[in-house]
């Protein structure tokens, strides 16, 4: 039986993301203790403070699996060196109304692939920036910074042999980042 539910969200809409698939593999990676639930980001419609008193099911939905997970797996592209619209889209509806975002106090791990040398590294930083005002507790080390590169999946969709030491080594980091932050939650709770 699972104990660490994590939320999965992941940036790009494209039916074969290259982050979809990571993603993906990500989760293969993980011990039995873990779960996974993938939150489509695509089907929400833009932020407009408007909305706070209604938000569409879609906004409602995200919210309540965030608000559920013991944890956040962000999997991200970068878009001219930044984040994609649609998921800087679901992190301000995630945060509002004004002091009931749900992100706030959750621990993340936040990773990405792209065909550029420089991997996803500076919409990782925007991420994490974003992620800090949000409170939300981002995993520090290892980072993650992948280019798309021969072998780095099968044709399955799985983790490529040479891919798969580095990737299971950030995961391993990920999940135990996880442990730790809901074990101290649960401690503070108890106090």
């Not at 008193?53 to 409602?60: E, F, L, M, N, Y």
């Not at 065909?115 to 925007?126: L, N, S, V």
């Not at 080390?141 to 891919?163: C, K, V, W």
């Amino acid at each position: 039986m699972s104990r660490y539910s994590i939320t999965v969200i992941v940036g790009s809409l494209r039916k074969e993301s290259l982050n979809r698939q990571l993603a993906e593999g990500l989760v293969q990676l993980a011990p039995q203790d873990f779960s996974f639930t993938r939150v489509p980001i695509g089907d929400l419609p833009l932020y407009n403070q408007d909305d706070d008193d209604h938000p569409a099911p879609a906004v409602t939905r995200m919210k309540d699996a965030v608000r559920a997970a013991d944890g956040l797996l962000i999997v991200t592209p970068e878009y001219n060196r930044s984040i994609p619209g649609v998921l800087k889209n679901a992190l301000d509806h995630g945060s509002r109304p004004p002091g009931q975002s749900v992100w706030a106090g959750k621990p993340a791990g936040i990773i990405g692939i792209s065909p550029g040398a420089m991997g996803t590294a500076m919409a990782q930083q925007h991420l994490r920036n974003i992620l800090s005002f949000l409170d939300v507790s981002v995993m520090r080390q290892p980072e993650a910074y992948l280019q798309m590169r021969e072998g780095m999946f099968n044709a399955d969709g799985t983790i490529g042999e040479g891919s798969l030491p580095r990737l299971r080594d950030w995961m391993e980091h990920y999940c135990t980042w996880i442990r730790e932050n809901v074990q101290r939650d649960s401690n503070r709770a108890n106090e």
